[in-house]
């Protein structure tokens, strides 16, 4: 098989091993969910329901606060017992509703429209934004709007990431193997949206259970591809997926519809083949629970909204004292304060963590190795970056490339000074956007 | 879970390699093993003294600034072992005790402290340290050398090859090849009025010619492979230098870029511009010139240092092309037989300017 890939990047163990085998389980309706409000890229939703009211399962509960926002619904059925602050995923504290169930799971009435691809655009689309759909690869950009390329842009590719180049999470790849008709008819979706001629699925070496299958599912589509892709990080970040499976280079600054292009998470195809279909809002998700410290590594069905720590003990809990709880892929997730974090729509998944391989060493002087040159997929130095920013030179950190790093983590992962280098980027990043606004 | 634990949180990623800076510079220090092995081999036990002496001396004096600089003491970091241990590893067998301790002391203190330590440091200590000893004892650095036991100094160990009897025939010639290193022969006939001498005393023979010839025939080149040739503690044995390269290039803690320009423009100047003066080029010549010297020692080990070299691959290409150009221009131009240390040197002080002139384009930044 001829491998695709993109220069730099870096080959860290891929410890797919702890969840790869276990089968998607259905977690059971919990106790209680938070439905945060800002689970995307834009403006955070505006609740409609207030405290003490009751609400159906698949209920609109929020409404998108302009064009890039989205809708959230309640993802189990209940009452509305707070809308206040709680511990989001990524480690902050952020606006969110509070449901606790009532037991019964009542749903609210669902279609089912079984020539779902024979629906005008603008219905397609209406659903995709009705159901609260953003990317559940991670960064989690309303979907509706990436569907919605301003006038003038032609699209003439979608690319599915079915990479999962992050460690230890397997999510996408027990989606590809179970839910893989779902994902091509997500894709035929967004391809007739943005009536795009091409499709291609862009899945990583490491899963070429997922290829063959996919490949002969697509053997009779037309204009479909299963492209195979070298294992190396960051493999599935956006603008390195677009070039190893098209050899288009998104431009600096520029979105991937520039070079005609949308990209969408193997996991959103299925939410919106969901929502075109049986009008279904997206309130649940798969997520690994996985890591060296978790009894039964598992990859669950649980509803947006579910606490890290009812995930934990459902996967039979701890062996081991827990170091880090890690909200997402350990190359970009973030390490909790506590479990008490909900889950949103873009939680791929929880990384546990022992307290011994937690632990991280000291930062020593740079020595000018250029390990981080040599990999950076973005083709930045940044030693410099980091440096000119410790020592307050916005200039030269942006010479040196600030505003085109994607935060990959690559760097750090190779430093042998151990030093933060992608805190200290996002720092500059920072810093710049005040300097910026300052002007 | 128990309420009380206390969970980490720390930037991403949460995840990195194994490698450290320490393991990078004792790894170094165990590809230098082998070389010291040689030397040992050949020298004796004097050589792996005067190693360890640069090597311990450096040590217990970064040791002292650091605790006098009252900053953390990282003496167990390796890198100012390897400083220690390649400065003696430039000075020859025959040397006084105090030359490296001398020079290892100038390294760490002028060379590598005096800029803040690890990382800062603008040359390489280590040739600093070197250029320091050859600019105030000239005599000791160069002079005094001691052969290697049963083997010529110049690496060319039949002379009845050049002419029978050649001890009475020249005795500048015979002093020539049996008391100095295989560059110092071929600077000393790049001097025509010293062949012009030679072939006179040896009654009109070309003389200048055949040692010359004896210089990059087969069996000399096999004598640099292995070592058993005059010249410094770690640079005589290309063999011990190239396994300990390798394993270094294995590890992924030098990249090739440098060695590979450095080596391979050495390789391609000297089959162009390194034969006899009006006599024609040999492809022996090349490897001659790569094998002699320090320039494997030089080429992987310290032209391979991290701080003072280029972080841009382009910059590193710049890098090692400028030393093999410099290094060949004071081999067969300059006052000094060999050009290795001096042009790393000037590299070393270029790096800045490199830097800037190849700083890469992002991915997807259109050129200017």
Redesign the interface.
């Known amino acids: 098989m001829r491998l695709k890939t993109f220069?730099g990047g870096?080959h860290?163990?891929d410890e797919k091993h702890y969840s790869a085998a276990a089968p998607i389980t259905k977690f059971p309706s919990p106790q209680r969910v938070i439905v945060h409000l800002s689970q995307h890229i834009g403006a955070p939703s505006n609740p409609i329901v207030e405290k003490g009211e009751t609400v159906l399962k698949g209920q609109l509960i929020a409404e998108a606060a302009g064009f890039v926002s989205l809708k959230q619904h309640a993802p189990i059925s209940g009452t509305v017992t707070k809308i206040g602050k709680f511990l989001h995923p990524t480690?902050a504290m952020g606006m969110g509703i509070e449901i606790s169930a009532d037991g019964k799971d009542e749903m609210i009435q669902l279609g089912d429209e079984e020539n779902f691809l024979e629906l005008p655009v603008d219905v397609l689309k209406e659903r995709v934004s009705n159901a609260g759909i953003c990317g559940m690869g991670g960064a989690g950009f309303p979907t509706f709007v990436k569907l919605s390329p301003p006038e003038g842009t032609s699209i003439d590719t979608v690319i599915l990431n079915g990479v999962e180049c992050e460690?230890f999470l397997t999510s996408d790849y027990r989606l590809m193997l179970e839910r893989s008709e779902d994902i091509i008819n997500g894709l035929k979706i967004i391809m007739k949206i943005v009536s795009a001629k091409a499709g291609i699925i862009g899945i990583e070496a490491n899963k070429p259970d997922a290829i063959t299958l996919l490949r002969k599912l697509c053997a009779k589509e037309r204009g479909i591809n299963v492209v195979g892709l070298k294992m190396k990080y960051p493999q599935g970040a956006e603008?390195q997926l677009i070039?190893a499976t098209t050899h288009r280079?998104?431009?600096?600054g520029?979105l991937p519809m520039a070079v005609g292009v949308v990209v969408q998470n193997v996991g959103t195809a299925v939410a919106i083949y969901e929502a075109a279909r049986y009008q279904k809002p997206l309130i649940e998700r798969v997520i690994s629970v996985t890591g060296p410290v978790v009894k039964q590594p598992m990859n669950l069905l649980a509803p947006v909204g579910t606490l890290f720590?009812d995930l934990?003990e459902y996967s039979g809990?701890?062996t081991q004292?827990?170091?880090?709880?890690?909200s997402g892929g350990?190359?970009?997730?973030?390490?909790?304060?506590?479990?008490d974090a909900a889950m949103i729509k873009g939680s791929s998944g929880l990384?546990l963590?022992g307290?011994k391989e937690?632990?991280?060493?000291a930062e020593?002087?740079?020595?000018?190795?250029?390990?981080c040159?040599?990999i950076c997929?973005?083709?930045?130095?940044p030693?410099?970056i980091a440096n000119a920013v410790k020592y307050n030179d916005l200039d030269m950190a942006v010479?040196?490339?600030l505003n085109?790093c994607i935060k990959c983590?690559s760097c750090?992962?190779?430093?042998?000074?151990?030093i933060?280098l992608?805190?200290w980027i996002?720092t500059g990043k920072i810093r710049y956007a005040e300097a910026q606004r300052g002007k | 879970m128990n309420k009380n634990d206390k969970l980490i949180v720390s930037p991403a990623p949460h995840v990195h390699d194994k490698t450290t800076v320490k393991n990078v510079m004792w790894n170094v220090v165990l590809a230098l093993v082998p070389a010291l092995i040689f030397a040992t081999y050949y020298w004796g036990l004097r050589a792996l003294l005067l190693s360890l002496t640069g090597a311990v001396t450096a040590v217990v004096c970064e040791a002292i600034i650091q605790k006098l600089r009252k900053v953390p003491i990282t003496v167990n970091d390796g890198s100012a072992f390897l400083t220690g241990l390649l400065l003696a590893f430039n000075i020859h067998a025959g040397a006084p005790i105090w030359l490296p301790i001398i020079g290892a002391v100038f390294a760490i203190t002028v060379g590598k402290q005096v800029f803040g330590g690890l990382g800062n440091n603008p040359v390489n200590p280590a040739l600093l340290g070197r250029a320091f000893l050859m600019a105030s004892w000239p005599t000791h650095m160069t002079g005094g050398w001691v052969a290697v036991k049963g083997a010529a100094m110049s690496g060319i160990n039949n002379l009845s090859h050049i002419a029978t009897n050649l001890e009475q025939l020249s005795p500048k010639a015979y002093e020539l090849v049996t008391s100095a290193t295989p560059l110092n022969v071929a600077k000393s006939l790049r001097d025509s009025s010293f062949i012009a001498e030679i072939n006179a005393q040896a009654g009109g023979i070309d003389l200048g010619g055949r040692i010359f010839t004896g210089l990059t025939e087969m069996e000399t080149l096999k004598s640099l492979f292995w070592g058993n040739i005059g010249g410094c503690i770690g640079e005589v044995s290309v063999f011990a230098l190239l396994l300990g390269a390798a394993y270094l290039l294995y590890k992924n803690i030098i990249e090739w870029r440098i060695p590979l320009f450095f080596i391979g423009t050495v390789f391609v100047l000297s089959f162009i511009f390194g034969g006899l003066p009006g006599s024609g080029t040999s492809v022996m010549l090349p490897f001659f010139h790569i094998f002699s010297g320090g320039l494997m020692l030089g080429a992987f080990f310290m032209a391979t240092d991290y701080t003072t070299t280029p972080l841009t691959k382009q910059g590193r290409i710049i890098f090692g092309i400028g030393c093999g150009l410099l290094t060949i221009v004071i081999r067969l131009v300059g006052g000094y037989p060999e050009g290795v240390s001096y042009s790393i040197l000037f590299m070393n002080v270029m790096t800045p300017l490199i830097d800037r002139l190849t700083r890469p384009k992002a991915f997807g930044r259109v050129k200017k």
């Open positions: 220069p870096i860290p163990h480690g460690p603008k070039y280079k998104v431009p600096a520029g720590s934990v809990g701890l004292p827990l170091g880090k709880a890690i350990p190359m970009m997730g973030f390490a909790l304060p506590s479990l990384v963590i307290a937690a632990k991280s060493k020593h002087t740079c020595l000018r190795c250029a390990r040159v040599d997929p973005m083709n930045l130095i030693s410099t010479k040196a490339g085109d983590g750090a992962y190779v430093c042998p000074a151990q933060r992608v805190q996002d």
